[in-house]
C-alpha cells in the first residue's frame, strides 16, 4: 500500500521497485511484478489478491508458478495490536511475525509499518531490508 510514500522516497532519490496495494485505488502502478535482481527471480505483489489474511499457499503457488526464487508481498501486518505479546491475528496466522523455516524455504513475516488506522497498540513497526548476495 501507499504508493505516494514510495513515490515520494524516489524523488529523493531512493531507487524503489513498487507494487499496487488494496489502499493504492487510483494508481497506475502494476499488481504484480516479477523483476529479476542479481540473478534473483522476484515475485512481488500485495497480498490482497492472494488471500494472504487466511492462508499461505496462493501466494507461493503463484511465485512458483512465475517461476520465482523469492515472493515479496504485504498485507498481513503481523498484527497491529497486541496485549502482552497476544494478537488476535495470531488465531489465523502461526507465523505471525519473524523467521520461519520449512526445508529449503524461508518465511519472513514483518509486522509492517501501519494500517488503514494509522496507529499500534504493543506492535512495533518495522521495515525489513533484505540484502540479495551471489552465491560463489
Not at 510514500?5 to 524523488?11: T, V
Request: with cysteine; hydrophobic share 40%.
Amino acid at each position: 500500500d501507499c504508493v505516494p510514500d514510495a513515490k515520494a522516497l524516489q524523488k529523493h532519490g531512493i531507487p524503489i521497485t513498487l507494487v499496487a496495494g488494496n489502499c493504492d485505488w487510483d494508481s497506475s502502478e502494476p499488481t504484480i511484478l516479477t523483476p529479476t535482481f542479481e540473478g534473483v527471480k522476484i515475485y512481488m505483489t500485495h497480498g490482497h489478491l492472494h488471500s494472504v489474511k487466511i492462508q499461505y499457499q496462493k501466494i507461493v503457488y503463484a511465485a512458483l508458478e512465475a517461476g520465482a526464487d523469492l515472493a515479496l508481498f504485504g498485507h498481513t501486518h503481523g498484527g497491529q495490536f497486541a496485549v502482552f505479546g497476544w494478537t488476535p491475528a495470531s488465531y489465523n496466522f502461526p507465523e505471525l511475525s519473524g523467521m520461519y523455516y520449512e526445508g529449503d524455504r524461508t518465511l519472513n513475516v514483518s509486522t509492517g509499518l501501519g494500517g488503514v488506522i494509522p496507529m499500534r497498540l504493543g506492535v512495533t513497526p518495522e521495515i525489513v531490508v533484505i540484502t540479495l548476495r551471489l552465491r560463489k
